[in-house]
């Protein structure tokens, strides 16, 4: 497609610049900013031009598909042929294997099922660092691959084919459909599924206590995780809130929490929690291990409420991920009511997530003082910055909460909104003290939170099954009118491919996200662009 749907667009690029010099478009527009514009709007509408081409990429993708079959057999074959054997084969060669006939098998996208000691049957691949006494693997919808270390006496396949939708990650293969539809709603469910056993344990077990008379406790907690190889401790605190009792269970709630979502993520890097009744305060008051590190605080908003972050500290010259929660998370954690719990799951799981994104990506860019900025990126990346993790915290913990999707849609639209209010007061200031570069930053402040909750969005999407319908899915329609439907799938894309492959997230591809920012300004009347002498300029539109 010649480079259309890339964020470099060299080829495009050119055939614009060849454009630009012989059309009036030139001469009515900043040659830099009709550049930039034109590229992205191009890549925006994007699918009406590869709609164009579809007759040309359907006949190529059928060949393909012809040879798919022999490919796939050539390709896994070579594979073992150089294969050697390592310690995980020999591991596995431990196992006594033998087939068991069934009925109504389902076959997971992990594959296959693992289950170490009195655990619970999860997917193989999380189970590397195990030992594992017992796997299996459907072979067909009547046959089941089985290795154990003991004898299994009974073979359940309706637990079994539970555990395999729990298991899988966006889908399952049934033989047919009816076996399949009550299934289908425990797809991505195993983490929550288990987390969810613990909390309703705890709930169950925990005294009712006079709430009238709130604690002031304020104790920290270490809290060890040491049964597999990513054994690490981090501490816990109630401010203003909570008594000894329910401090206690709240911990063992986090320890199942953080030691389930360790199987997945990195989490060796989390410092601590702590839930405070006054979270503004605690925040701005927390530990940061480093006289030079600022006190963190919350972005002021005109819509919502700020409840939880992930704050860099530094223990022992080790940067290390320290999470601050609103006490009302911790309540609703160890409420009876489901949705509140699920709620309060999916802002912990999303701040741990935040944690191994961190580990995981944050830590192995550059600097900001060995980035080589742009006029543009120099001065828009601020409003960016946070969309990658946004996204990926967001596609991380939609497993624990489907009903966050229509809260991230209210989010985006309401910051939408007062971004377009702020900006018009701040346009109408500038006419009477010209301060460009404040009207520039009060901008940026606000379009930053669009883009922040428009990842969570998008993030929230991508973590659902495919075929999956949410609340809030109708999101992308609600901004058809102001012409931002194409862009938010644009930047859905520009977004997944940072995580699609090892090798794309990248500082270049990080700071290609500013051209976003760019966008939403232009809907709000402001159009930035580069100057010949590396500055930036802004033009602005009618001021009414």
Not at 496 to 505: E, H, T
Not at 524 to 533: A, H, I, Q, S, V
Request: aromatic content about 6%; glycine content about 4%.
């Amino acid at each position: 497609m010649m480079g259309v749907d890339s964020v470099g667009m060299s080829l495009s690029l050119a055939a614009i610049d060849e454009e630009l010099n012989t059309s009036l478009l030139g001469e009515l527009l900043p040659p830099p900013f009709a550049r930039r514009a034109m590229a992205f709007l191009l890549r925006e509408s994007f699918n009406e031009f590869h709609s164009s081409h579809m007759p040309m990429v359907s006949e190529v993708f059928t060949k393909l598909v012809k040879a798919l079959p022999t490919m796939i057999r050539d390709s896994h074959n070579n594979a073992l042929k150089v294969s050697q054997a390592n310690q995980w084969e020999a591991e596995l060669a431990q196992l006594s294997w033998r087939t068991c006939s069934v009925v109504n098998a389902i076959l997971s996208d992990c594959i296959a099922l693992a289950q170490s000691g009195s655990d619970s049957l999860t997917a193989l691949t999380l189970r590397e660092h195990q030992r594992p006494d017992v796997i299996i693997l459907p072979i067909a919808h009547d046959l089941l691959l089985v290795g154990s270390r003991g004898e299994i006496k009974d073979i359940e396949i309706g637990k079994i084919n539970a555990a395999s939708a729990a298991c899988s990650d966006s889908f399952f293969i049934a033989r047919n459909s009816c076996d399949s539809t009550d299934l289908a709603s425990l797809i991505g469910q195993r983490c929550s599924l288990s987390i969810k056993k613990v909390i309703a344990e705890a709930i169950t077990e925990i005294r009712p206590r006079d709430s009238s008379q709130p604690s002031t406790r304020s104790d920290i907690t270490p809290l060890a995780l040491s049964d597999h190889t990513n054994s690490f401790s981090f501490s816990l605190a109630c401010q203003g809130f909570a008594d000894g009792e329910t401090a206690s269970k709240l911990g063992d709630v986090m320890r199942a929490v953080a030691q389930e979502m360790s199987r997945d993520l990195p989490l060796s890097q989390l410092d601590g929690v702590t839930f405070a009744a006054n979270y503004e305060a605690a925040l701005e008051t927390l530990d940061r291990g480093d006289a030079r590190l600022p006190p963190d605080k919350t972005r002021p908003r005109s819509y919502g409420q700020a409840i939880a972050k992930c704050v860099h500290v530094i223990r022992d010259g080790k940067r290390k991920e320290h999470l601050v929660l609103n006490a009302s998370i911790a309540v609703a954690l160890l409420d009876a009511d489901d949705e509140n719990t699920a709620w309060a799951l999916h802002v912990i799981v999303g701040m741990l997530a935040d944690v191994a994104h961190s580990a995981m990506y944050e830590q192995r860019l550059p600097t900001m003082s060995e980035i080589a900025f742009d006029s543009m990126s120099r001065r828009l990346h601020v409003a960016s910055s946070a969309c990658p993790g946004r996204y990926f915290t967001a596609r991380t913990s939609a497993f624990t909460d489907i009903n966050a999707g229509e809260r991230f849609a209210t989010l985006c639209s309401d910051s939408l909104f007062s971004a377009q209010q702020e900006v018009q007061r701040a346009k109408q200031a500038y006419i009477i003290d010209q301060a460009m570069d404040q009207l520039l930053d009060t901008a940026l402040l606000h379009v930053s939170s669009v883009l922040d909750h428009a990842a969570e969005w998008l993030g929230h999407r991508d973590g659902l099954p495919m075929q999956e319908s949410f609340p809030g899915s109708s999101f992308p329609d609600s901004l058809k009118d102001q012409g931002l439907r194409d862009w938010l799938e644009l930047f859905g894309l520009d977004l997944r491919r940072l995580y699609d492959a090892d090798d794309q997230f990248t500082i270049e591809n990080i700071l290609a996200l500013s051209r976003h920012v760019e966008r939403l300004l232009w809907t709000m009347g402001l159009f930035p662009w580069p100057t010949e002498d590396g500055g930036l300029y802004m033009s602005l539109g009618p001021i009414t």
